[in-house]
């Protein structure tokens, strides 16, 4: 799971190419050295079957299959149903394609013209030859589709079980880190805030992406103790960062719909809020349209409270998710951030230029802030802020980084087009 491409276990089994019980097949092609993935993800190295060795097991057992068949008189026999094995084998290797060749092939093999036909007993009848041919596709198209889906589900159960075990590991040693990404008020560019973004490095040490172990904290419910992690470490930074001067910060800290439907979640939101007692820094908790979707109901009654406790919410991604826009009126939403796709296409793409408009003059209308996300290019800066676009966030303004790798220096803002928009957004 890891980017990093080190040797696994494997190698050591495999042994140099040229030596070894399997090296007279490696001359020939039909073994290779191959990469895979062991169960915890990381890449290893190891003898595989190549298509080639397996197409000629294949033709072997169907020979002898055949050969079978005419030593015993000839088809149809039910000794015609020995073909199914090489079918399943081919189906549950190579998948779909391998299953309705390997299936025809038999199928021709077992034709009424074929050696196999015996003309001692009844010829079968085309319509009996096709019913029996249909069978053997049917048969290795199924097997191909189960064997993929199945193997699928346990991949995905193992790399959850392998992936949790990390997290919560890491959560007990206290070993997950958090970045802060700047968020920047596009009409004078200090930096007003930051997005608090969980980072993991795995017990090899390889930085692990959020995209490759959010998911499967959630599935696994291991994103509460790493939620909870991430909410106290960025709490304690924003009070860090007061007691340093910089008071009133806006900082952002991502919640899942899991941690949304989880009374834990609020117990641990007034503990912290509790803690804070005073206006050294805005909380504000990003959610998505997708968590609101999961469980609606218990994210209004949450997301309630969490307002009277006095933390903003903020609406994620925006424009991604497949929620209803009668959400916007009826969740407390101070901030809605823009999703980077949109920002991408903003000086390329008229609609998308259009869309985000459409969005800031919403947000305004709705009396909430707009946070333009993943602003790249001096262009799109200009661009947001012709239309009123009252935070930025992206490369171009600063990446995610450590705490000490903070810039603090105000971003200097390019002039807004001519066509500036004052939309009447707060500032
Ligand atoms: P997000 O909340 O939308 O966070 C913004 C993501 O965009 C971050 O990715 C950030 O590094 C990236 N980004 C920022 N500026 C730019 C830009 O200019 N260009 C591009 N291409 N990307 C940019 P990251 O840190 O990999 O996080 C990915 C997602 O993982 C987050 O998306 C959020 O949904 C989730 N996540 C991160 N930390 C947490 C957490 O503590 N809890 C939960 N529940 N989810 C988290
Ligand atoms: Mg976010
Ligand atoms: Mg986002």
Redo the contacts with the bound molecule.
Sequence with gaps: MGAADDDGPGRSMSGAPGRGPLSFLRLFGAVRESSHRDSNGARGRGPAVTPALSWLFYAIATLTVTALIVATGGAPTSLAHLYYLPILYMAVRYGVTAAVISSVIAGIAVGPWMITSSPATDRQTTSAWLVRLGLFVLVGVVAAVLARSRSRQLNVMVRDVYVAQGLRAAVRQDTIRVHY?PLIDLTEGDVIGF????RWHDSKGRAI???RF?PEAERTGV?MA??RR?LHRAVDQGHRWADRGRRGLLIT????AVQLSEPAFLADLIEVVQADGGDAFQLCL?ITETAIIADPVRALATLRQARALGVTVAL??FGTGLSSLAYLAEFPIDIIKID?SFVAAIGTDPKSHALVRAMVQMAHALGALTIA????TADQLKALRALGCAIG????LGF?GDVDEVEWEPREMVPANEDSVDTGAPR
């Design positions: 990404q997005e608090a973004l969980c992406p959020p995209d959010i994103i790493l939620g991430v800290v991502n919640v899942s990003e994620d991604d980077r996300e993943g602003i790249e966030q992206g490369y171009y995610p």
